[in-house]
């Protein structure tokens, strides 16, 4: 992969990591899959490429609409940056009050109804909307278009990772994570992340 932009790729990979990391029905639903080991696979797939989607609209459309007109760079960047350090000091009020995700037994479903329902949360969640089409697609503007593709495929990687990690390392990660201390730790590093590229974007705007 000559000429691949790996700073992109990683800082995207960093960015996707701190917005997709977190407590919500989505990865609860990831979790217990991955409990009852039904449908494993399909699961991590139909999430991660379904994120991937979203990502590659947001680098490749919206991110270009975004790059074209400068004074949207420039407002989309400033509520990026908003944001982000809004996401860090939620992730650092949750590490002090730290809780625990139980993973909830439910009867066996068919796989129809589990990809049905791994779409409702990802496409019934407003909120990635913002992170994928907004947040995501506004970064990558600020890269030409070589590096902006590193940076989609970074910010898809990380869903990759934390969904098939997720879901297949459910039984080792359930005992941990029972732990309010583990989700301490967990969300220090989300709202550190979170602060430092919040703080990046926010130089670019002086």
């Known amino acids: 992969m000559n000429g691949f932009d790996f700073a992109a790729a990683f800082e995207g990979l960093l960015l996707g990591a701190g917005l997709i990391i977190a407590i919500d029905v989505q990865n609860a639903f990831v979790l217990r899959q991955g409990l009852l080991r039904r449908h494993i696979l399909p699961v991590a797939l139909v999430c991660s490429f379904a994120d991937a989607l979203l990502i590659a609209a947001g680098v490749g459309g919206f991110g270009r609409l975004v790059q074209s007109v400068p004074v949207l760079l420039t407002i989309f960047t400033a509520l990026g940056a908003t944001f982000l350090f809004f996401y860090g000091a939620v992730a650092f009020r949750n590490a002090l009050h730290p809780g625990t995700l139980e993973a909830a037994t439910?009867?066996?479903?068919?796989?129809?109804?589990?990809?049905?329902?791994?779409?409702?949360?990802?496409f019934l969640n407003p909120h990635v909307y913002f992170d994928t089409l907004v947040l995501i697609g506004a970064s990558s503007a600020r890269f030409p278009t070589p590096s902006a593709i590193?940076?989609?495929?970074?910010?898809?990687?990380?869903?990759?990772?934390?969904?098939?990690?997720?879901?297949?390392?459910?039984?080792?990660?359930?005992?941990?994570?029972?732990?309010?201390?583990?989700?301490?730790?967990?969300?220090?590093?989300?709202?550190?992340?979170?602060?430092?590229?919040?703080?990046?974007?926010?130089?670019?705007?002086?």
């Open 106 to 122: 439910a009867e066996k479903a068919g796989l129809g109804a589990v990809l049905a329902a791994c779409l409702a949360f990802t």
């Open 150 to 206: 590193a940076f989609g495929i970074g910010a898809a990687l990380a869903s990759f990772l934390w969904f098939f990690g997720l879901a297949y390392g459910a039984r080792l990660l359930t005992p941990i994570f029972a732990r309010p201390a583990a989700w301490r730790v967990l969300d220090l590093l989300i709202g550190i992340i979170m602060w430092t590229i919040g703080a990046k974007l926010a130089i670019e705007l002086l």
